[in-house]
């Protein structure tokens, strides 16, 4: 205090400056420390950064961005950006232009283009993703460029790896149908704007299921990483083979005409037929294959349409006796059909999807005086309807077949089963003397079917005795042995057993001695012209006599007039079922007129 009223003015002005250095001072030491922290961190940070001037020269990077470059700072300092950071695209190999120059350029904040990578000063690729902005001061003025980038190398090794597995056959390696159908779409597209022919093929392996069952699927496995690589060897090397499942395969043969696809079809029949796998316990077994052949000009311009001619030819291959190949033509009656099976294979499966599934049913009705009195209720049928969606209801004479092939007739099984389950509970059982249910072979011969039904039946609450199972005698002599325990276990539950379909085709009936069933239903090829045939009226009067030594119930079907029905009744026929005794109604309405 003495000092400032000694001197004055002067020592009031010479106070206010030692206050300025003291605040410059403090002010050098607070931005001092602030560098250092944004030093400390820019090294410490797992991004890599770099900083230029506005012409693009380095300035200055951290030790990540040391590391990726290959570059030191103090080397790089005042260097073009692009010198140090060589960026290219992963796929072209072709350079990538620097964001940084366009950042500078546009005063923007720029992103890294896609699939960028980095290659290093000693060579190393690293892949790089993030972006680069302009610097600027409190005025606006661009002081300069920053990048900051980081390593994504084995995030996107993870991805191709992901990608390719989930586009491509864990067990043989080849494209899998997503992977077919996504190449076929892309090269049928430039066909459509450019021009050019190709050709799709289907293959389909014959005699792999004996493989199969008789070695294992270790060894049905082996076979068909065997058999990919004589496919793979028997097109061109920018051919696309794939697996589609099972022992299905496909082939895309791209700038291919019709003349080159069917020698590669033959040669890979021809390949395939010299070839014998051995099984580990060295038995020799011979696979053939059935192959559909249809090309881009003949089969329409969508993929679905092509891929569909494929298919269809390739069934019409193997159905004409395999080990050959078919070639997709519109004016092929046979390759025409099974491309309606294809169709009706999609409409069951859109039915499944939307329960535009509904049940019909047909009177079944006893004969003979004493059939009639030991016959408690009403007897029928339950037949299935498919409705389109314009609301027609479809016979499943129409699209059982395809349901079949497309390994869809079990689902329908189980609808059916599940809905006339439903139907017959809280009394309405009682109504009937036996409700008929057919099932499909591949139902007979699932086990999980087996378990499906059985868990129906541990539920029901009605006597199971009202219930008949009808398969057809095909079904039961091509899976006698899966049959006859099925059947037998339905029994032991009470559950009636019919034989459809029966004397199709088969000259000898001993299997009846161990396939125990309840009823015979007569075939309708001797039921139609019965009046007028007496060959078929001596193997009804033989089917009926052989039921009775069996102690077994006949069914006459497709009875369409009176005198088959009176002839029937002569020849000692139990049942007779037909149009002209009971037009198939729905099964609701034929509830509500029991009531």
Known sequence: MGLVEFEGDRAVRLTGAFQDITQRKQLEVDLEEQRELLRVTLNSIGDAVVTTDPEARVTWMNPVAERLSGWKA????????????????????????????????????????????????????????????????????????????????????????????ARHDVLTGLPNRIEFEARASRFLKRVQATGGDGVVMFIDLDHFKVVNDTCGHFAGDDLLRQVSAILVSAVRGYDTVARLGGDEFAVLLENCSAVQAEAIAQAICDAVDHYRFVAPDGQRFRVGTSIGLASMDAAGRSLEHLLQAADSACYAAKAAGRHRYQVWSAGDGDIQSRAGETAWGLEVERALDAQALELYAQRITPRSSDVRASTQGVSCEILVRMKTADGQAISPSAFMQAAERYQLASQIDRWVVTRVFQRLADGVAERFDHVGINLSGQ??????????????MDRARFDLRRICLEITETVAITNLSAASIFLNDMRHRGVRVAMDDFGAGVSSFGYLKSLHVDYLKIDGQFITGLTTSPVDQVSVRSFCELARVLGIRTVAEYVQDEATLRLLDRLGVDFAQGYHLHVPERFDDLLTSLD
């Open 443 to 456: 139902s007979v011969s699932d086990p999980a079917f087996h378990e499906f039904i059985k868990a129906i």
């Open 74 to 165: 103090d080397e790089a300092r005042g260097r073009p950006i692009t010198d140090v950071l060589n960026l290219v695209n992963e796929e072209t190999a072709q350079p990538v232009e620097n964001p940084v120059l366009i950042a500078l350029a546009d005063n923007k904040i720029v992103g890294l283009a896609h699939n960028s990578v980095l290659l290093a000063r000693d060579g190393s690729r690293y892949g790089v993703e993030d972006s680069a902005a302009p610097i600027f001061d409190t005025r606006g003025t661009v002081l300069g460029g920053v990048m900051v980038f980081h390593d994504v190398t084995e995030a996107r090794a993870i991805h191709r790896e992901m990608v390719h597995h």
